[in-house]
């Protein structure tokens, strides 16, 4: 047992690392701001982060009619609830502001998840649940009940919840998410890609 003391398997990364076109996690950000109009806003936040990656939150608009959002994991509820200042609530607030009341000079939106290894579940609510103004089913979802193999809750349909506020999204939405994207970020986009608007665009 010494010979595996303090080992990682991960086989599902050593399936991954084999695939053709396969690449670590990047962040994106330096790029993306290349793109966005000069009043974008940025937030980065070290007190939640994970694994020693600050929480860093994108959002703007680009050529004056593409309103842009992206985050590199997800711990926004926990940061936009956060009765102390911190740089995600005022990247936040803008995203769901223009949501909220779309200029009309935006034609489309883009939700960009590449690299975003997931977080905070309550997440999927506050950004999804921006889109749209009725519950939206996409997909089921079941828990562990006990120490067995099969012991599993019966299948459970899994919704999206609307935010106080929110109304339904019809412009055009394109998805972005990379052979990273995990977790709950894989749930952002099976989640949005129910919506008849959403195009995803990835690996």
Do not use: C
Not at 162 to 168: E, N, R, T, V
């Amino acid at each position: 047992s010494r010979s595996i003391a303090d080992s990682i398997v991960y086989p599902s990364f050593i399936r991954k690392h084999k695939e053709p076109g396969f690449h670590f996690p990047y962040t994106y950000f330096s790029i993306d701001t290349n793109y966005l109009d000069k009043n974008y806003v940025l937030g980065v936040d070290n007190i939640n982060s994970i694994n020693g990656v600050p929480l860093t939150v994108l959002s703007g608009v680009i050529a004056g009619k593409i309103l842009f959002f992206s985050s590199n994991h997800f711990s926004l509820y926990k940061s936009y609830k956060s009765l102390g200042a911190n740089s995600i609530k005022p990247v936040l607030q803008y995203f769901f502001n223009e949501l909220s009341d779309l200029p009309s000079n935006i034609r489309g939106i883009i939700i960009d998840v590449r690299s975003n290894q997931g977080g905070d579940l309550s997440d999927l609510n506050l950004l999804v649940g921006h889109f749209i103004d009725k519950p939206l089913h996409f997909g089921y979802t079941q828990s562990k009940s006990g120490n067995g193999r099969l012991d599993y809750t019966p299948w459970i349909k899994a919704f999206v919840n609307p935010q106080l506020g929110a109304k339904k999204i019809t412009i055009p939405i394109v998805v972005l998410a990379d052979n990273v994207s995990a977790s709950l970020s894989e749930a952002v986009v099976m989640a949005l890609k129910v919506l008849s608007n959403v195009r995803f665009v990835g690996e």
